[in-house]
C-alpha cells in the first residue's frame, strides 16, 4: 500500500467553469481536485482539459459515487473506471466520502448517512479494504455533513469515523465545513468532534461555505467561507499539523479571483500556524 502522501501546500476544486482562465494565466494554486466521476468518460472535452491542466498542475482524485456503505455488491466496473483515471492522472491522493448513496442499481444522487455502530464499521471497513485492494493503494474517506440521525447509532460520528479509519486502515479527508455544519445541526462540540479523530490519519481538509437557515444550516458549496469555519480550520491545524487544504465551491461560482482570495486566506491562516507547532515540537523535545 501506498504511504501517507506528503503535505502538498494549498488547492482548489477543478471546475469547469475556470478550464480556460486556469490554462491561460496558470495561477499560482499547488494543486487541483478534481471529481473523479467527471472524468470517468471515453472522451470528450472533460479530458482534453485534464490532460492539459495535469501538465501543469498536480491532482487529487475525490469521488462522490463510490457508495463504500452500501449493502449492495461493489461496483467493479466503477471500480475499473477509477483505476484507469488512476493510471491516468497518478494523483497526489484518491477520496470519496464515508456514506451511500444508493441500492439495487438506483443511485440517489446524494451523500447519505450511516448508522454509527459496531455493525456498520465492520461493514464499512470490509469494503474499504476490498476497494484498496483493488485499486492497489490507500484511499481516503470523507466525513459527511448531515441532517438526521439513525436510532440505531450507538456511537458518537467522530468516534465512528475514527473506527472505520483504523480498522480499514484507510486514510480520511476531514471536512471542516462538514464538521461545523452537524456540529451545528445536531448540536455537538466540534472541537469535541476533531479531538477525536486520529491525527495519523487526516492528510486532506475541506473548507467551504454553507447556507445558514437559524436553527439548521445546509453545506451548500455556494457561498464564501463563513468566520465560524475559518476559525476551526485555525484549530484544525494546531491539532493535525501540516495538512493539505482547499476551498471547495460547486455553485454559484464567483470570479476566479475570488476563490483566489479564499485560497490566500487558507494559506494565510495554515502559515501563521506553522511556527507555533514547530515551537511546541522544539519545547517537547527539550523535555
Known amino acids: 500500500m501506498n504511504a501517507r502522501p506528503a503535505f502538498s501546500g494549498f488547492g482548489l476544486g477543478l471546475r469547469p467553469d475556470y478550464y480556460s482562465h486556469i490554462l491561460e494565466t496558470r495561477p499560482p494554486v499547488d494543486w487541483f ?3 473523479s466521476e467527471n472524468y470517468m468518460v471515453e472522451g470528450g472535452k472533460p479530458l482534453y482539459f485534464l490532460d492539459r491542466i495535469r501538465e501543469i498542475y498536480p491532482l487529487a482524485m475525490h469521488g462522490v459515487s463510490l457508495s463504500i456503505g452500501s449493502t449492495a455488491a461493489l461496483d467493479l466496473g466503477y471500480l475499473s473506471r477509477l483505476k484507469a483515471l488512476i493510471d491516468r492522472v497518478n494523483p497526489l491522493w484518491v477520496s470519496d466520502h464515508l456514506c451511500w448513496t444508493g441500492l439495487s442499481a438506483h443511485n440517489s444522487h446524494d451523500l447519505l448517512p450511516l448508522p454509527y455502530n459496531a455493525e456498520s464499521v465492520r461493514h464499512v471497513a470490509e469494503r474499504v479494504k476490498q476497494v484498496q485492494a483493488f485499486l492497489g493503494r490507500r484511499i481516503a474517506l470523507e466525513n459527511l455533513s448531515s441532517y438526521v440521525n439513525f ?10 469515523v475514527a473506527a472505520v479509519a483504523e480498522e480499514a486502515d484507510c486514510w480520511l479527508l476531514l ?3 462538514n464538521i461545523y455544519v452537524s456540529a451545528r445541526n445536531h448540536q455537538f462540540d466540534a472541537l469535541t468532534y476533531m479531538n477525536g479523530i486520529p ?3 487526516v492528510i486532506q481538509f475541506h473548507v467551504a461555505g454553507h447556507s445558514d437557515y437559524g436553527d439548521y444550516i445546509v ?3 455556494d457561498a464564501p467561507v463563513a468566520d465560524p469555519v475559518w476559525e476551526l480550520y485555525r484549530l484544525a491545524v494546531r491539532r493535525f499539523g501540516k495538512v493539505s487544504a482547499m476551498i471547495e465551491r460547486d455553485d454559484n461560482m464567483p470570479e476566479f479571483s475570488e476563490l483566489m482570495s479564499e485560497l490566500a486566506t487558507l494559506r494565510g491562516i495554515a502559515e501563521a500556524e506553522f511556527p507555533r507547532l514547530e515551537a511546541v515540537r522544539s519545547e517537547a523535545a527539550y523535555v
Open 33 to 35: 481536485e478534481i471529481i
Open 151 to 160: 436510532s440505531e447509532s450507538d456511537m458518537m460520528e467522530w468516534e465512528f
Open 175 to 177: 471536512d471542516i465545513n
Open 199 to 201: 491525527q495519523d490519519r
Open 219 to 221: 453545506d451548500t458549496h
